[in-house]
C-alpha cells in the first residue's frame, strides 16, 4: 500500500539568525582595552589573597573572590604556552588567511596565560617554550584585535 | 518511596536591576549578586557544593554559559550544570537547585539567574524561540502573543483595558518600597492609559521593562541549615507544567482540556495545592510573588491560581485584597512590571518570597508573612509554581 | 545514594543528516524506543526532562521544539542544556527526590547548522570570539600542550582512531564505520595542528532517551535494571590560559565522586569496560588518564598494547565512540546507555563478556572544561 511520504522530496528552509549584541566590557575590560589602544601596553590584575596576577585581568578573584585593584604592567613580550596551526578555517571566522596560528601565551609578568593569534612563523617555527612578541595593529579601536597577532622572538632559541 | 530531604533557602543576593548596566559584564553581574548572596549567608565560596545557573541564552548571545561564567558563578573546581526554559528560566533554576538538595546529593547549592537585556535587541531575540516553519514567520515577539491572550480575556469576562492597566500601577507603586526594583513610580491608570499601543489591547504602559540584572539564591539541605544566620524559607512544594509546543496550542485546546483558561498554570496549581494542603488561596497566602510578563495577567492568572472565580479578576483586585495591606498583596517587590532581567525574573519572584517569610523584606515586608506563593511565566504559556513557608513542611510530596 | 537504576533505553541511529525528521520527530523515536525497552508507556512516567541547545539549535527555548514529543503534556517538566550526562544526572536527582520514574531526552541536528559557527560562540565575545577560534582549533591547542607534557605522538592518537572506527561496524547505530590504518589517518589533512581530519568526529544527527526508576518503580521494568553506583561532575577554568590543558583536573575530581560513591578505590581493577567522549583521538587518552584507568601519560601505551581494543582486557568505546558518530549532547547520554546495554547484555554485535561495572564520561565547553562520570553496574 502507498505511503504519502514515498517519493517525498523534503523542503528545507534555509534561515540565519540576525540579532545584533553589543557586549559591554565592563569598567575593567575598558581599562584594559583602552591600554591596547592608546599605549600598546597589557596590564593585569593581581589577587592580593592569592597572589596571582590574571591576564586576562579580573575584577574579583574567580578563586577567592577578592576584588583584583591592583592594576600591573605587563611586558608585550612572554612565552609560547601551547599552540597550533591552522590550516582549515571557515571564512567567516578567519581574521588571518590560513595557514595561521592560534597560542597560548604567558605575557612577563602574569601569572596566567591568555589566548590569541600567532603569525609571521616558518613551517616548524612554533613551539612550546618559546619566546613571543606582540604586534600591535595600526589602526586600533579599543578591542582584542588591537593586537594584532604575536610572532616568535626573531634570534632566540 | 523516597522522601525528599526537606529544603530552606538561608541566603539571597541581587543586583540593583537597570535598564543597563555598562560598567560590568555578564560575568561580573553574575558575581555581583553571587557575593551578595555568599554575603548574606555568610558562608564562602569553597563551602558552597553546586551551582545551578539560567538565563536565556539569545539575549546574550553566550553559548555554554555554564563553563563561560565561572569566574563569576563560583563554579571554578566545582559541580555546576545549566537549565533554561526561556521566561520560566529563573524558576525553572529555582526548582532545579531545590531538587539539587532535596535529592540529597548536595547540601549546599546556589541558584543563579541573570539576564542583560540591554545587549541585544530583545525582540528580535525572541523571535528565535518560536518554530521557524510555522510561527516565527508571522509571528512578531512576545507582546503579539500576550495581545491574543488579553482579547479573548477581555471577551468572554468583559474585563477593561483599565481594570488591567491598575496592575501595572499597583507593581510599580510597590516598587517604591525596594531599592532594587528598575520601574519605581506612583503613576495613575491615565497614565498607563495615555502610552501608545503596541498591539492591541496592550499598550507601552501594560507591559513589563527590559532589564539588566541577576540574582543568587542559596538552597540548604535540612541538615545544613542551622550553619547560617538567617532563619530558612522552606520550600512547602514545587511543581510546573510547560503544555504547549506552538504559540497556537493553547487556543486551540481549550476544549480539550475542558475550557479552562490557562492549562498549564491550573494544572500545576492543582497538583501543587493539593500537595502543600492549599484550598482557599487568598486566605492561606499571606504574600504571592508573581511573574505577570504584562498588566491584563494581574487579573487572569489570580483566578488561574484559585485566588477567585473566574471572570473575578477585576473585583478582586479593586477590592484592595492585592495591595499593601490588603488579604494578599501581590509583588510587594513590584515584580515583574517593574523589573525584568529574564533569567533572573522567576527567581527574583523565589527571593522575594523567601525574604517575606524570613521577615527580611524591609520596606516591602508583609507584617507576619509566613506562607507564600512563587510563579514564574514563560515560553510557550508555560508556568512554574513554588510554595515557600516560616514553618519547616512535615513532608514534602515530589 | 539510594538505589536508582536506568530500566529503558532508546538511541536513534546516529546519520550525518537525518533529513526527513524534525526534532520533535527525533525525540518521538528516541522516547518511544525506550518506553518500549522499559515495557512502559507515557502513562508510567510520573515527570520528564529534556535538553538541546539553543545555539546548535537556532532557537532560544530549544526545549519548546520537543515539549509534546517527550511525553511532558500535563507533568511536570524541566530542562538542562549541555551534555546528556549532565540532564540525566538532575533526571537522577529527581527520582532520588521522590519521583518514581523519569523520562529523560536529549536531542542535536548537527546538519541544521555550521559547527565552527556555533562552536566560536562559546568563546568570551569581548576576548576570544574575534579572534575566530572554534572547538577544533581549540582542543589543537589542549592536545599539543598534552602531547608535549608527555611525549605522545600523533600516532599514538590515530590508533584510538583506527580502534573506534573500526568499532563501529558491529554498532549499527553509529554513522561511520571505517576501516582504516594508522597511516591512513596521518595521511588526512590537518585541520588544526596536529588534528588531523580522522582525528576528528563528524557532523552529526540523532537523539536518545532514558527511563529512570528508583527501586521500587523498577521492579516493573520489562528488562534487568542497570543500577546507576555513582554519579559526579566538576567544571575547570574558563579562560584556556588559566588552565593547564595537558590533564583534566575537573575529570579527576568528577570521577573520584563517582568512584567514592561506587565504592572503586581500584579503577582498573574494578572497572570492566568505558565509554568516553572521544570527540577528539586525542581526549580518548586524556580522559582515561583522568579516569584514573591508567597513570599520567600513559593512556597512548594502554592504547597500543591493545588493552582497550574490543576483546582486549578493558574496552574503551566498544560502541565506536564520539568519533564514529557525535550528535553533540547526545553523545553524553549514549555513552551512558552504551554502558547500560553492555551490562544488560544487550549489545549485541559489540558485546563485550562479563562486563559488571562500566564507567561513562562527558563533557561541556572548550577542551572538556566541564566534566560528568557515571559509574553503572548489574547489582543494586
Known amino acids: 500500500m502507498e505511503d504519502w511520504r514515498d517519493g517525498q522530496e523534503i523542503l528545507v528552509m534555509d534561515g540565519r539568525i540576525k540579532v545584533p549584541y553589543n557586549w559591554s566590557a565592563g569598567e575593567t575590560g575598558t581599562r584594559y582595552l583602552e591600554s591596547l589602544r592608546d599605549d600598546k601596553r597589557f596590564l593585569g590584575t593581581r589577587c592580593p589573597a592569592c597572589e596571582i596576577v590574571y591576564h586576562i585581568p579580573r575584577m574579583h578573584c574567580p578563586d577567592c573572590f577578592e576584588e583584583c585593584a591592583e592594576w600591573v604592567d605587563l611586558g608585550s613580550e612572554g612565552t609560547l604556552v601551547t599552540y597550533t596551526i591552522v590550516r582549515r578555517h571557515h571564512p567567516q571566522l578567519s581574521p588571518l588567511e590560513t595557514p595561521f596560528g592560534y597560542g597560548v601565551m604567558k605575557l612577563d609578568g602574569a601569572t596566567t596565560g591568555f589566548l590569541h593569534l600567532l603569525s609571521e612563523f616558518d613551517d616548524g617555527g612554533l613551539a612550546s617554550g618559546a619566546r613571543v612578541e606582540a604586534v600591535f595593529a595600526e589602526e586600533r579601536t579599543g578591542s582584542i584585535m588591537d593586537v594584532a597577532y604575536f610572532r616568535p622572538v626573531k634570534g632566540v632559541v | 518511596m523516597m522522601a525528599a530531604t526537606r529544603v530552606g533557602i538561608v541566603g539571597v543576593g541581587m543586583t540593583v536591576q537597570r535598564s543597563t548596566r555598562r560598567d560590568v559584564t555578564g560575568i561580573e553581574l553574575i558575581n555581583e549578586a553571587v557575593r551578595a548572596a555568599l554575603a548574606d549567608a555568610d558562608i564562602k565560596r569553597k563551602d558552597i557544593d553546586a551551582i545551578v545557573i539560567g538565563n536565556m541564552d539569545h539575549f546574550e548571545g553566550i553559548n555554554y554559559v555554564d563553563t563561560w561564567s565561572v569566574d563569576g558563578s563560583g563554579a571554578l573546581g566545582k559541580p555546576i550544570m545549566k537549565m533554561t526554559t526561556g521566561g520560566t528560566t529563573g524558576s525553572t533554576v529555582a526548582m532545579g537547585a531545590y531538587y539539587h538538595v532535596a535529592s540529597g546529593m548536595f547540601d549546599r547549592v546556589l541558584a543563579i539567574g541573570w539576564e542583560k537585556n540591554s545587549e541585544s535587541d530583545t525582540t528580535g531575540a525572541i523571535i528565535t524561540a518560536f518554530d521557524p516553519f510555522w510561527d516565527r514567520p508571522t509571528f512578531a515577539g512576545a507582546v503579539a502573543g500576550l495581545a491574543l491572550e488579553a482579547t479573548l480575556y477581555m471577551n468572554e469576562t468583559g474585563a477593561t483595558e483599565e481594570d488591567a492597566a491598575y496592575i501595572a500601577v499597583r507593581d510599580r507603586r510597590h516598587a517604591l518600597n525596594n531599592p532594587y526594583a528598575h520601574l519605581r513610580m506612583d503613576a495613575k491608570v491615565e497614565d498607563i492609559m495615555a502610552t501608545p499601543y503596541l498591539s492591541w489591547p496592550i499598550k507601552l504602559g501594560d507591559m513589563c521593562p527590559r532589564t539588566d540584572g541577576a540574582c543568587a539564591v542559596l538552597f540548604a539541605s535540612e541538615g545544613a541549615v542551622d550553619e547560617f544566620p538567617n532563619p530558612p524559607a522552606w520550600v512547602h512544594g514545587v511543581a510546573d507544567r510547560h503544555l504547549w509546543a506552538y504559540t497556537s496550542d493553547p487556543y486551540v485546546n481549550q476544549k480539550v482540556v475542558g475550557g479552562t483558561w490557562f492549562p498549564a498554570m491550573e494544572r500545576a496549581t492543582e497538583e501543587l495545592y493539593e500537595n502543600v494542603g492549599i484550598t482557599d488561596a487568598l486566605k492561606q497566602f499571606d504574600v504571592a510573588e508573581l511573574y505577570l510578563p504584562y498588566s491584563f495577567a494581574g487579573l487572569r492568572y489570580m483566578e488561574s491560581l484559585g485566588f477567585c472565580e473566574r471572570g473575578g479578576g477585576p473585583a478582586l483586585v479593586h477590592s484592595g485584597a492585592t495591595d499593601m495591606g490588603g488579604e494578599c498583596p501581590v509583588n510587594p517587590s513590584g515584580g515583574v512590571m517593574s523589573s525584568n532581567a529574564i533569567g533572573a525574573t522567576g527567581l527574583l519572584r523565589v527571593a522575594e518570597a523567601a525574604l517575606q517569610v524570613q521577615g527580611r523584606a524591609g520596606d516591602r515586608q508583609v507584617p507576619g508573612a509566613a506562607l507564600a506563593l512563587a510563579t514564574g511565566f514563560g515560553g510557550c504559556y508555560w508556568s512554574d509554581e513554588l510554595v515557600l513557608g516560616k514553618e519547616k513542611p512535615d513532608k514534602v510530596r515530589g | ?380
Open chain 3, 1 to 380: 545514594m539510594d538505589p536508582v537504576a536506568i530500566v529503558g533505553v532508546g538511541m536513534t541511529d546516529i546519520r550525518r543528516n537525518r533529513l526527513e525528521d524534525t526534532y520533535a520527530d527525533l525525540v518521538y523515536e528516541a522516547c518511544q524506543k525506550a518506553l518500549d525497552d522499559a515495557g512502559m508507556t507515557a502513562a508510567d512516567i510520573d515527570v520528564v526532562l529534556t535538553s538541546s541547545n539553543d545555539f546548535f539549535d537556532g532557537r532560544t527555548i530549544s526545549s519548546m521544539a520537543v515539549m509534546d514529543a517527550c511525553g511532558s503534556y500535563d507533568k511536570n517538566v524541566s530542562t538542562v542544556e549541555g551534555d546528556g550526562t549532565f540532564g540525566a544526572a538532575h533526571a537522577v536527582m529527581r527520582v532520588l527526590a521522590g519521583w518514581g520514574t523519569c523520562l529523560f531526552c536529549v536531542h542535536h541536528k548537527g546538519s541544521e547548522s555550521v559547527m565552527p559557527l556555533i562552536t566560536n560562540t562559546m568563546f568570551d565575545p569581548i576576548y576570544e570570539r574575534f579572534l575566530g577560534i572554534e572547538s577544533i582549533a581549540s582542543s589543537a591547542l589542549q592536545a599539543r600542550a598534552y602531547m608535549d607534557a608527555f611525549g605522545v605522538t600523533e600516532e599514538d592518537c590515530a590508533r584510538v582512531s583506527v580502534k573506534n572506527h573500526g568499532n563501529a561496524f558491529k554498532n549499527p547505530v553509529a554513522q561511520l564505520p571505517l576501516e582504516i590504518t594508522v597511516e591512513d589517518v596521518m595521511a588526512s589533512d590537518y585541520i588544526a595542528e596536529p588534528l588531523k581530519l580522522l582525528d576528528c568526529s563528524p557532523i552529526s544527527d540523532g537523539a536518545s532517551a532514558v527511563v529512570i526508576a528508583n527501586q521500587e518503580r523498577a521492579k516493573g521494568a520489562a528488562k534487568k535494571p542497570v543500577w546507576v553506583k555513582g554519579i559526579g561532575y566538576n567544571c575547570d577554568a574558563f579562560h584556556l590560559g588559566d588552565r593547564d590543558l595537558s590533564k583534566s583536573d575537573a575529570l579527576v575530581a568528577a570521577a573520584k565522586k563517582a568512584y567514592k560513591d561506587a565504592g572503586i578505590n581500584d579503577p582498573p581493577g574494578q572497572i570492566d569496560l568505558a565509554e568516553v567522549s572521544d570527540a577528539f583521538s586525542y581526549m580518548e587518552l586524556m580522559w582515561l588518564e583522568g579516569l584514573g584507568l591508567c597513570g599520567a601519560g600513559e593512556g597512548a601505551g594502554l592504547t597500543a598494547s591493545g588493552k582497550t581494543a574490543l576483546d582486549g582486557a578493558l574496552p574503551v568505546n566498544p560502541s565506536g565512540g564520539c568519533i564514529s558518530g557525535n550528535p553533540v549532547l547526545v553523545s553524553g547520554l549514549n555513552r551512558i546507555i552504551e554502558c547500560v546495554l553492555q551490562v544488560r547484555g544487550d549489545a549485541d554485535a559489540h558485546q563485550v563478556a562479563g562486563v559488571k561495572t562500566a564507567v561513562a564520561q562527558g563533557f561541556n565547553g572548550p577542551c572538556g572544561q566541564s566534566q560528568c562520570v557515571w559509574l553503572l553496574g548489574g547489582d543494586a
